[in-house]
């Protein structure tokens, strides 16, 4: 009985960071770039059997049971969002689609809706993504799909929070002349107001997305950019950037509302089932004890 108690309280838990999950996708439905999260939620005894390395049948499978859940991680959807115009010269946005050749076959690999292709052994194969690269006040190197940027009195181009965007050799943009005569061409090159040739804004691409960190203010870290496998973006590559446009977010707040719906109703039957048991220890410990 106490064992039901643990499994429900555990599947509440995991309601709750499926639904804060949600709820945060939700708020950011208008921000620009943003990408959303989805919550993944894994059994107790799948957990541990993976752990352990005891995740591979070595009989008959008769079933499972499962005594507990764990919101195990939270992975971010790179899918490509809407592209709308707001005409200002200083607003970018990445329209991507990248693709990966399967060496074996000499096909391109097809993605799901999240980005990823999933293969007959397992092996999961990410699409790449392309990024603006900015960086903060510390030197640290960071990447955004928030292209909605800003000249500072200097000539800088900065993105809202104040990043320095970077430029292909590494240093930051700078634009001179007037700011609503500047001209970006499809491969992030720019033309200065005053017609002369500027530096080509630093597009990053990381073939394991799904190895970057979300750092809160519309940005990414890559803790090891060799297992995210950041590189400059590649001539030729299938990445247009477009001038006066902004990347809407990718949240579908259709399906957004459906998955806050089942996760508060989840989370109202894991109390029943936890009021259930509450009553039937009550009674066993003061109905039938004293008998």
Do not use: C, W
Not at 14 to 28: C, E, F, K
Not at 59 to 77: C, H, Q, Y
Not at 139 to 150: A, I, L, P, S, W
């Amino acid at each position: 009985m106490l064992r039901g108690l643990y499994t429900a309280a555990a599947g509440m838990m995991t309601q709750q960071r499926l639904h804060d999950t949600v709820t945060q996708n939700i708020a950011n439905v208008n921000t620009t770039g943003y990408k959303q999260v989805n919550s993944v939620a894994r059994a107790f005894p799948e957990v541990l059997l993976s752990a352990i390395g005891g995740d591979q049948q070595t009989s008959t499978p008769i079933g499972k049971l499962n005594t507990g859940v764990f919101a195990e991680e939270s992975l971010a959807s790179f899918t490509q969002g809407d592209a709308r115009e707001t005409g200002k010269t200083t607003d970018f946005a990445i329209l991507a689609d990248l693709q990966v050749q399967d060496t074996a076959t000499g096909q391109n690999y097809v993605f799901d809706a999240n980005g990823k292709s999933v293969q007959d052994d397992g092996t999961v194969v990410y699409q790449p993504q392309a990024f603006f690269t900015v960086r903060d006040g510390d030197g640290n190197v960071k990447y955004t799909r928030d292209g909605e940027f800003h000249v500072d009195a200097a000539g800088r181009l900065l993105t809202a929070e104040g990043y320095e965007v970077l430029g292909t050799d590494n240093n930051p943009v700078t634009v001179t002349g007037a700011v609503d005569q500047l001209k970006v061409d499809e491969q992030g090159r720019i033309v200065n107001p005053d017609g002369t040739q500027g530096a080509q804004l630093l597009i990053s691409v990381a073939n394991q997305p799904n190895q970057l960190v979300r750092d809160g203010e519309g940005v990414f870290e890559a803790p090891d950019a060799a297992a995210a496998g950041i590189n400059p973006m590649a001539a030729g590559a299938q990445v247009e950037i477009r001038q006066g446009s902004l990347e809407s977010s990718n949240v579908d707040s259709t399906k957004a509302m459906v998955d806050l719906m089942a996760a508060q109703r989840a989370y109202e039957a894991n109390q029943q089932v936890i009021q259930y048991y509450d009553k039937s220890l009550d009674k066993a410990v003061n109905d039938i004890g004293r008998v």
